[in-house]
């Protein structure tokens, strides 16, 4: 690879409603945090260009609902993402137990190549409450026994740990798309010629 | 047969067999004195119409003996989630033959106010603990109302039961209409009162307790006010049928303004004092 092409890294943030998927964007992009309590409509994405080491990469981030209704509607949205962010909300033990079931929800409808090595990144937000429930090792065990997925705690509303989540983030991804890259690296596409008839296979196709 | 069929849906090609071998078994000539057979057949029937829509419940994941237990026992004993407001209603005929609404939507909704609801801080919006809902779940399909304490348990309860409603609150024919006049007061109230009873009545009671939860002093403590309210009820009052991402999205938008109308306008008076 001579040219170093721009590289566009889709993001994906999931968690229950409430924790701080808004916030958390928010702070990153716009370094901006909001007391409004507001839910999420549908879906909305920011993108930021960072850089990382020599590449310059402009991260899509997908700041997702986390009403019932949209967790069926993932396909769409979840396809071609380069990275899932899990957040909880380290005062909700709710928040924490729901992490499972984001993850398998986004394996499942985002459909992956290699799902076991996908990169997830968790975020504990909201550290700067002070009725934490959730211990960081609690966390941490969890996600080690995730493959090893990073975990950050971070606070959205006082820009604690934001940016470094998220360089993490677009890290992790970046090595995935090199990886398919490499993979993907055909000089010349195969063609193959149409048949009138193709041959009549035995039994079924699943 | 039945208990597959809530889990797994068939393949386009089997589906075909197997719905002629349902409906041969529905019209209860196969009865026999020991076993109804077209009782299972007519259950069979509403599982696969259901899994058909909705795809493998689970996705790839297995289902848990607690959930095959369930499914078995739902056979003869039909949950109350997951049907129509009529089937509902017949359900609860011996039992409560006064009430007027259902007793799931009352009971759950007089719990959410009775733990106080109103005065805490993301209600509606906070899913409650899962599990917790699910235990709270089979205990009101046995007519059960167990005492809990977290009032997010009720009102996850509460979502879930109108959001699974086998046809939406609002049916699928008022959709568009809805979508089309989200921004005028007066045609959405003829809309409400232009649904069928049951419709009108349950969709009015749950506009009701709403209006309860957007008065400025719950909004103060719970943050709730009547955007959030609207927007997390929404999807549990009409159900948009695309599959089109972005027509889904503009229209939440739409369905949201549509409910914030009626919580700010619908005259509910009528149906203080009805159970």
Redesign the interface.
Known sequence: MALRKKVLLKVIILG???VGKTSLMNQFVNRKFSNQ???T???DFLTKELQIDDRLVTMQIWDTA?????QS?GV??YRGADCCVLVMDVT???SF??LE?WK??FL?QAGPRDPENFPFVVLGNKVDLENRMIPTRKAQSWCQEKNNIPYYETSAKEGVNVEKAFETVARNALAREKEIDQQADFPIPIRIPQQEDPPKRDGCS? | MAICLSFFPP?GKFQVLIERYISLQANGNVDTPEVPISIYAKVCQKRLEKILQTGPKK???KPTFEEIELSKHTIHFPSMFGTTLEEVMAMQRTRYPERRLPWIQTILSDEVLRLNGAQI??IF???????SVNALKVKCDQWQFPSVEDA?LPASLL??WY?ELAEPLIPSIFYEQCILNCDKVEPCIRLVNSLPEINRIVLTYLIRFLQIFAKPENVTIT??DV??LS??FA??ILRCDSDD?KV??EN??KE?LFIKILILNLDTDSIEGVI
Request: charged residues 30%.
């Open positions: 229950d409603s409430g309590y507001k839910a409509i549908g879906a986390g009403q019932e209704r949209f509607l769409a949205f909700s033990p709710t137990k729901s079931s398998d929800e499942i699943c | 393949s996705g790839l994941k801080e993301g919006r906070v899913p409650g603990d899962l599990d997010h979502k879930f959001r943050k709730m955007n959030n927007m997390v999807p549990n991402a889904i999205f939440a938008r949201m």
